[in-house]
């Protein structure tokens, strides 16, 4: 069994990894994903400056009556966090899903966004 300090040096590789690949593309803004074990959070942040352009979370989405899971309620906070980049006139982003894998409520985020209008 792994210990806790292992898992966490294995999720900040991961971490140093996706950030490295992206680190020096200033032409777009990063689209950064905090997963959370209730919530989903997401914001686009300039790079050049480090502020947050617009971000949304998972908080506000309300869970429709027929949904088990909160996978679609991930997939509309996507939706949403595109068209409040839209608004913004942000259509290409790069998609900094930071520690965590790009599966389950990060990739329903990402679907979402590209649903939305989002490039990247």
Do not use: W
């Amino acid at each position: 069994m792994r210990t806790k300090n292992e898992i966490r040096s294995a999720s900040e590789r991961r971490k140093l990894s996706v950030r490295s690949k992206i680190k020096n593309t200033k032409d777009k803004p990063r689209l950064c994903v905090f997963r959370s074990n209730k919530y989903i959070y997401a914001q686009i942040i300039d790079q050049d400056t480090g502020l947050t352009i617009t971000g949304i979370t998972s908080k506000i989405i309300e869970k429709l009556p027929d949904e088990k899971g909160y996978i679609n309620v991930c997939y509309r906070t996507g939706k949403i966090l595109a068209e409040k980049a839209k608004e913004k006139n942000i259509t290409k982003v790069i998609f900094d899903r930071g520690k965590f894998k790009y599966h389950g409520k990060v990739k329903a985020l990402a679907e979402g966004a590209r649903e939305g209008g989002l490039i990247f």
